[in-house]
T-cell receptor, first 114, second 116 residues
Framework: DQQVKQNSPSLSVQEGRISILNCDYT??????FLWYKKYPAEGPTFLIS?????DKNEDGRFTVFLNKSAKHLSLHIVPSQPGDSAVYFC?????????????FGKGTLLTVNP | GAGVSQSPSNKVTEKGKDVELRCDPI?????LYWYRQSLGQGLEFLIY????????KSGLPSDRFSAERTGGSVSTLTIQRTQQEDSAVYLC??????????????FGPGTRLTVT
């Protein structure tokens, strides 16, 4: 029973265009959401996050949108660059002061073509 | 500063042998997590340590898996009598304590375990 789902295993975009990565979740107890980026043979790197009390968080080229009623979040990368090519994982936590363990989706492989 | 380090980076072992995987968290981080990533899957939570509190072992898949964290720093994940389904990348992460920073985990490069 997957609580965090990334339904697109891969996405290919042209350099300079927008990349939109999607994520759906089922557990209404999740109160914090994160995106991680992973290159081959490296550990995941934290990218951006959003609390459940917000609907948008922006950091440079990266923006995360949260739609709680739809249990959906998305990561927008504008403009996309070839160096953004990596696997992107959506993660969620129901920490609330105790165990902040993350529940991850299976990831989306983003390829940005020059 | 130094990030999370893990050793070994790769481990090949025969079915039935025991293995130990090591994690050095970021200095000052009180929380430490172990996850594993099997082929084609997302990261799966295994165990969580927070300071001197009893660890949350709810993610360990069987009693062949155990972990320790000595002195609130270094952690060792032990897998006894390894099976082929234990083959995966084992990732360690640490995080500071306090506010939203508690959610943001910093990962090591992982140990790729192959059981033959």
């Amino acid at each position: 029973d997957q609580q965090v789902k990334q339904n697109s295993p891969s996405l290919s975009v042209q350099e300079g265009r927008i990349s939109i990565l999607n994520c759906d979740y089922t557990n209404s107890m999740f109160d914090y959401f994160l995106w991680y980026k992973k290159y081959p043979a490296e550990g995941p790197t934290f990218l951006i996050s959003i609390s459940s009390i917000k609907d948008k968080n922006e950091d440079g080229r990266f923006t995360v949108f949260l739609n709680k009623s739809a249990k959906h979040l998305s990561l927008h990368i504008v403009p996309s660059q070839p160096g953004d090519s990596a696997v992107y994982f959506c993660a969620a936590s129901a920490g609330g002061g105790s165990n902040y363990k993350l529940t991850f989706g299976k990831g989306t492989l983003l390829t940005v073509n020059p | 500063g130094a990030g999370v380090s893990q050793s070994p980076s790769n481990k090949v072992t025969e079915k039935g042998k025991d293995v130990e995987l090591r994690c050095d968290p970021i200095s000052g981080h009180t929380a430490l997590y172990w996850y594993r990533q099997s082929l084609g899957q997302g990261l799966e939570f295994l165990i969580y340590f927070q300071g001197n509190s009893a660890p949350d072992k709810s993610g360990l898949p069987s009693d062949r898996f155990s972990a320790e964290r000595t002195g609130g720093s270094v952690s060792t994940l032990t897998i006894q009598r390894t099976q082929q389904e234990d083959s995966a990348v084992y990732l360690c992460a640490s995080s500071p304590r306090g506010g939203t920073a508690s959610y943001e985990q910093y990962f090591g490069p992982g140990t790729r375990l192959t059981v033959t």
